[in-house]
């Protein structure tokens, strides 16, 4: 690909794409099956994009379980996103000013920050007519992206007309997912749970209720030497007994040297 900054999503496969799949069918230790072969190659075609070809293949690989495949980058949808990223662009009260309250809170609680927001960046990414993406910024009055400052009557038109050149930054993401999808749960890992708690101000702002994040189920392979280390603690028999195992594991680690 041409280092040129442009999303892949739209970006065409192009006519090599081939003669990669089949250096990739012959590297691999075990040849996959025919069915599964003809998927792939029907999926990735020198006239499809990127985001066709992932489309493709998750579609044949969940087909007859219901699940509903939505594209993004899509202007349609992209549509639907409009009320909150106008309210980011030209509403009084910006993005900024929920998450610095939230920042407050999460100090007050001896909690950082995963993702830092007291910068004068936006909660909103733009891409130019090339398809390069970059974060909008406050100008002075105004907003710039990259070395391009943008003004009011131009980002209206833009938002307007292909509103699919505006994308929502981290913090911003699960907001507008809740805007567009409401949704009973959302499951998060650790990481994506913690700075999913810096959101809650954003919600307000945005007026979208927040689905329940529910944490994700996790498994952990130990060793021998991880038997060695919870042993302060107990052993694994003390810990499943415990009706707060993490804090058995935890003051059994501070016993070790």
Known sequence: ?????????????????????QAWFAAMPHAPSAALRQAIEQSHTEDASFAQA??????????????????????????????????????????????ARGRAR????????????????????????HRVRRRLRIDGDGLAAGDRRLGVAELEACLELTPERFTPAALLRPVLQDAILPSVAYVA???????????????????????RVVPRGSLRWIDSSDLDRLAPA??????????????????GALQVE
């Open 189 to 211: 890992g650790p990481t994506e749970a913690r700075y999913l708690a810096q959101t809650d101000e954003l919600y307000e702002w945005a007026g979208v209720p927040r689905s």
């Open 234 to 251: 107990g052993g694994l028999a003390t810990l499943d007994a415990s009706a707060a195992p993490q804090t058995a594991v935890g003051r």
């Open 106 to 129: 999460l100090a007050a609680l001896g909690q950082a920050e995963i993702v830092p927001t007291h910068r004068s960046l936006l909660q909103v990414h733009w891409s130019d007519e």
């Open 54 to 99: 992932f489309a493709r293949l998750l579609g044949h690989a969940t087909a007859g379980l219901g699940l509903v495949i939505l594209d993004p980058d899509d202007r349609a949808f992209a549509a639907l996103a409009r009320d909150v990223i106008a309210r980011e662009l030209f509403g009084p009260v910006r993005a900024s000013a929920a998450l």
């Open 1 to 21: 690909l041409a280092a040129d900054g442009a999303s892949v999503g739209r970006r065409p496969l192009g006519p090599r794409i081939d003669a990669l799949l």
